[in-house]
């Protein structure tokens, strides 16, 4: 995944509570096996029925931030949820609660899961509702997230682990590529006899 050090840009308010998974990406899209693409599925059923959703609206077009309501990705354990929302073009979630799988799979595609106060979010909302030029800025370096311009900024909690994977750009393969070295070494020292994965040709 790409390094994700700063995030500046406008957001689309998602003023609901408990989007689960199945409502991010519908089951439907569950059959592709490309993780790309799914970005056309994302919250497809509510664009598909409902002409004034916000992510139907072209003020809203092109937003990095998503602004949500408490309890956002609850549900199942669908990856896919992170992959449309990453693919549709968002960057980070801002949100008082995210489920745990969810927030989980977020920092492990790049997606930055916020997590700010209900009153907070309420400001952030009533400011992107009325103004959807507004720039907001997500600084995970900084562990930052508020709107410049009307010098709204708080910090929000991201554990040192996490925070290092983002900078980094670093996924579960990134990491473990690190010990290269070291699985280098004992695969050529495992005995024979053992089974092996063999490199693809």
Do not use: C
């Not at 992170?82 to 977020?106: K, Q, T």
């Not at 311009?149 to 990134?174: K, V």
């Amino acid at each position: 995944m790409k390094p994700v050090q700063r995030i500046a840009g406008t957001a689309a308010p998602l003023d609901r509570s408990d989007v689960d998974t199945d409502q991010i990406i519908p089951a439907v899209w569950l059959k592709r096996v490309e993780r790309t693409g799914f970005g056309e599925g994302l919250f497809s059923s509510w664009r598909e029925k409902d002409p004034d959703f916000v992510l139907n609206k072209p003020e809203y077009a092109g937003a990095k931030v998503l602004v949500a309501g408490p309890n956002f990705g609850v549900g199942s354990s669908r990856e896919h949820a992170v992959w449309a929302l990453i693919d549709y073009g968002f960057e980070a979630v801002i949100s008082p609660r995210f489920g745990d799988i969810f927030r989980n799979n977020a920092t492990k595609n790049g997606l930055v899961p916020v997590v700010v106060p209900n009153g907070f979010l309420d400001e952030m909302l009533a400011v992107v509702e009325n103004d959807p030029s507004r720039e907001i800025v997500v600084d995970v370096a900084r562990k930052t997230v508020g709107i410049p311009s009307l010098h709204m900024e708080m910090t929000f909690p991201l554990d040192d682990f996490t925070q290092h994977r983002l900078l980094e750009g670093l996924d579960d393969i990134a990491l473990t590529m690190r010990h290269e070295p070291d699985i280098t070494a004992y695969e050529t020292q495992r005995p024979a006899w053992m089974p092996r994965v063999e490199a693809a040709s």
